[in-house]
């Protein structure tokens, strides 16, 4: 079975700051992996994905994550927070010849201005 | 690209009632939707896969005769939720599928079952 997990329920980072939404997955096979962001009572946004090729994946508003085989993880990054990045993050992965990703708890990040 | 809707956003209905929710792809066809109930604080749990044409797939411990899936259309689907009890309040996501391991998810559609 494929699991994901976000360690972080919630991360605060101040405006300007560098920002990192930490993800480790578990599945059979090759991974494919998703971040996803929802504002309240909203559906979810789609970042980035990583299916193959680079493992550094570059995503909407100026998002990236990185893609570590040997330690399973898949982390979000920014190099300067905003305000407005304040939302609900999701990690997803899928694999094993499964396309429907299993989706993370999600981590609540928190940019203070 | 890649718009998701649905219908309603917010609906309350009374124990025992039925709700019907719509998801419609408006610019893209969706061969597969999917439904998701989301608890509050906590994860996207997956309901169904949903196929244009053919009948749902539940997941393990959704129950089909409660949860009626239709994807009578490539942009339609709806979701029914029978005899609706306060326990099925939550807040419920569709999404298409646009075949490149991306899903495109409606904006949500919060349940209060009273």
């Known amino acids: 079975a494929q699991s994901v997990a976000q360690p972080e329920d919630q991360v605060n980072v101040a405006e300007g700051n560098p920002l990192t939404v930490k993800c480790t997955y578990s599945?059979?096979?090759?991974?494919?992996l998703f971040w996803y962001v929802q504002y309240p009572n909203r559906g979810l946004q789609f970042l980035l994905k990583y299916i193959t090729g680079d493992n550094l994946v570059k995503g909407s508003y100026g998002f990236e994550a990185e893609f570590n085989k040997s330690q399973t993880s898949f982390h979000l990054k920014k190099p300067s927070a905003l305000v407005s990045d304040s939302a609900l993050y999701f990690c997803?992965?899928?694999?094993?010849?499964?396309?429907?990703?299993?989706f993370g708890r999600g981590t609540s990040l928190i940019v203070h201005p | 690209g890649a718009v998701v809707s649905q219908h309603p956003s917010w609906v309350i209905c009374k124990s025992g009632t039925s709700v019907k929710i719509e998801c419609r792809s408006l610019?893209?066809?969706?061969?597969?939707m999917f439904w998701y109930r989301q608890f509050p604080k906590q994860s996207l749990m997956l309901m169904a896969t949903?196929?244009?044409?053919?009948?749902?797939?539940?997941e393990q411990g959704v129950e089909k005769d409660k949860f009626l899936i239709n994807h009578a259309s490539l942009t339609l689907s709806t979701l029914t939720v029978t005899s609706a009890h306060p326990e099925d309040s939550s807040f419920y996501i569709c999404s298409g599928d646009l075949g490149n391991y991306e899903q495109y998810f409606g904006p949500g559609t919060r349940l209060t079952v009273t």
């Open positions: 610019d893209f066809q969706a061969t597969t």
């Open positions: 997803a992965a899928g694999g094993g010849g499964s396309y429907i990703p299993t």
């Open positions: 949903s196929n244009e044409g053919s009948k749902a797939t539940y």
């Open positions: 599945v059979s096979g090759n991974p494919y």
